[in-house]
C-alpha cells in the first residue's frame, strides 16, 4: 500500500529594506586636517528605509565632533547621500586607515542595523606646495 499526500505551503515574505554603501569618497586626507567622507547609501531592498543613520566607530588617528549623520528616508531603488567629517591627527602615518561604518534604519515596526569598513588613505602634504 502506497499512500502520496501532497502539500502546499504558501510563504509570505514581507518587504523589506536593504541599504548598503554603494560607494564612497574621500575629500582631504591630510594629516592635520579636516577629511570628509561622502558616502553614496543605497537601498536595494523593496520597502522604503526610514531614519537612516549613519554612525562612524572613530579611533585613532581619527577624532571627530559629528560622528553620525542622519537621512529621513530612502526609497527602494534610490541613493541619498551621507558625509561624516573626521579630524586627522597630525602625527598619522601616510597608509591606509581603517575605519567601521555603522548603518541603522528602520520599516514601521522593524529595525535593522548593517556595517562595513572603508579605508582612509592618508596624506601628508607636500610643505613646500602648501607655503606656496
Not at 7 to 18: V, W
Not at 38 to 52: I, R, Y
Not at 55 to 77: L, M, N, Q
Request: net charge negative; glycine share 6%; charged share 25%.
Amino acid at each position: 500500500n502506497e499512500m502520496e499526500k501532497k502539500f502546499c505551503f504558501h510563504l509570505f515574505i514581507d518587504p523589506a529594506p536593504d541599504v548598503k554603501i554603494g560607494g564612497y569618497l574621500v575629500r582631504n586626507p591630510y594629516t592635520s586636517e579636516q577629511a570628509q567622507i561622502v558616502l553614496n547609501l543605497t537601498n536595494d531592498g523593496d520597502a522604503t528605509a526610514e531614519h537612516v543613520e549613519v554612525e562612524a566607530d572613530v579611533k585613532w588617528p581619527f577624532s571627530t565632533d559629528e560622528k553620525r549623520d542622519y537621512i529621513c528616508s530612502i526609497p527602494p531603488g534610490e541613493s541619498r547621500i551621507a558625509i561624516l567629517p573626521v579630524n586627522i591627527y597630525p602625527n598619522a602615518k601616510e597608509k591606509g586607515y581603517g575605519l567601521k561604518i555603522f548603518i541603522r534604519y528602520q520599516h514601521g515596526d522593524d529595525a535593522f542595523s548593517d556595517s562595513n569598513t572603508v579605508v582612509i588613505e592618508v596624506k601628508k602634504k607636500d610643505f613646500l606646495a602648501f607655503v606656496s
